[in-house]
């Protein structure tokens, strides 16, 4: 877990991932969220400034957790976070690659909003 | 589960719209050692590898649904040889698989599919068994095995001989050239869900057709059938006429991501 202050390009870059992870395009984003395409392009490009809704939305949208949205969380659960113990039995058989990206996927996903 | 879910006995299931109806979120990752996992926190999630065909992909879904209902604790099913979900070897595993079959194969689905094609699981051809299979969502050897071991209604020697036929051979001969995706048969009694295909694959469907939507262009029509090219992801409908239809819901080669995006039309704008 990170302590300090979330800086802005972790959270244009955690918008960028997430909305990729989620398999949307920025015109699908746009469309979904009722917003014009280009104002999603400037949000990930650090040029526009995110409301606190927006990014209840957009947390919502992607299917991540506002805290690790936001860089208060980290973008990679520890294997013995107690909260994937279970998991973690199994996971040290996976590929190095897939075991990133499932530790990646599990971290993105904790506190998620239901 | 089926209950739940308002899907009928004699219906076939999708696991993934199950999922979603139950408030299971379904996720698809490019993992290629990953089949499948079922997270619990901070709510139900389903992880599938989405490099697997859709038979599979199915089953593995169903499978964690079961770990779900059974309310395991959570886990990972790895990738192995052929047909490994049905070689359980923990108590949770084999519950989690019986739960797979039942929710995809129960018997009355099986049967209704065969009476609905006329056709009597004892002397079925390997494309009435590849049709049925291809309408419940699982694959052919799937679908024989269970017939088999497990519903009793065909014999050791008729499953021998049906095995002995590989899907896509059993239809080659209907297709103008080869396909390097999948191969969905669709016949007259393909009734009550979608056809799923993702970008790539082919449906040989009965007869002539009517179509609208953009996900599939026409490839090739014979006599007997018409063949549909799944070109890009979203929903359309086929007509057959004399009262057959079916939508067909297309998803991207290899999707990744949340399920519920899977058939969402790519916008002209689209940047990744």
């Not at chain 2, 949770?92 to 006329?118: C, I, W, Y």
Request: hydrophobic content about 40%.
């Amino acid at each position: 877990m990170s302590s300090s202050p979330p800086e802005p390009s972790v959270i244009v870059d955690r918008l960028r991932t997430a909305r990729e992870h989620a398999g949307l395009s920025q015109g699908q984003v746009a469309k979904l969220l009722d917003m014009h395409r280009p104002t999603i392009s400037e949000i990930e490009a650090g040029r526009r400034r995110l409301t606190a809704e927006e990014l209840v939305r957009f947390s919502d949208l992607y299917g991540v957790g506002l805290d690790w949205l936001t860089g208060k969380a980290s973008d990679r659960i520890d294997l013995a976070d107690i909260r994937v113990a279970m998991v973690a039995r199994d996971l040290n058989k996976l590929k190095e690659k897939d075991l990133e990206r499932v530790l990646n996927f599990i971290a993105s996903v904790q506190g998620e909003r239901k | 589960m089926r209950y739940r879910a308002g899907v009928a006995l004699t219906d076939p299931a999708s696991p993934i719209d199950i999922a979603e109806r139950i408030g299971v979120s379904v996720w698809f990752l490019r993992t290629p050692s990953m089949e499948g996992m079922f997270l619990q926190t901070p709510h139900p999630q389903i992880l599938l590898s989405a490099l697997r065909p859709l038979g599979r992909i199915n089953f593995t879904c169903a499978h964690e649904l079961g770990h779900h209902w059974f309310k395991h604790v959570a886990h990972v099913d790895l990738n192995a040889d052929e047909e490994p979900l049905l070689l359980a070897n923990t108590e949770d595993e084999f519950q989690a698989n019986a739960f797979a079959t039942s929710l995809l194969m129960p018997k009355t689905a099986v049967q209704h599919g065969f009476v609905k094609r006329t056709a009597n699981p004892a002397n079925a051809s390997p494309r009435q068994f590849l049709a049925i299979a291809h309408w419940l969502g699982v694959g052919y050897t799937t679908l024989v095995h269970y017939a088999n071991i497990n519903l009793s209604l065909i014999s050791d020697a008729q499953a021998s001989a049906l095995l002995r036929h590989k899907p896509k051979k059993i239809v080659e001969h209907e297709l103008d050239t080869p396909s390097t995706g999948a191969v969905v048969v669709v016949d007259r009694a393909w009734r009550t869900r979608a056809i799923d295909m993702q970008v790539g694959d082919v449906a040989i469907v009965d007869g002539q057709l009517e179509f609208s939507g953009e996900c599939v262009h026409l490839r090739h029509k014979t006599a007997k059938h018409t063949l549909v090219q799944a070109i890009r992801p979203g929903t359309g409908h086929l007509d057959g006429g004399a009262g057959w239809s079916a939508y067909v819901r297309v998803r991207p080669f290899q999707f990744e991501g949340r399920s519920i995006f899977r058939h969402l039309e790519e916008e002209a704008d689209a940047d990744s």
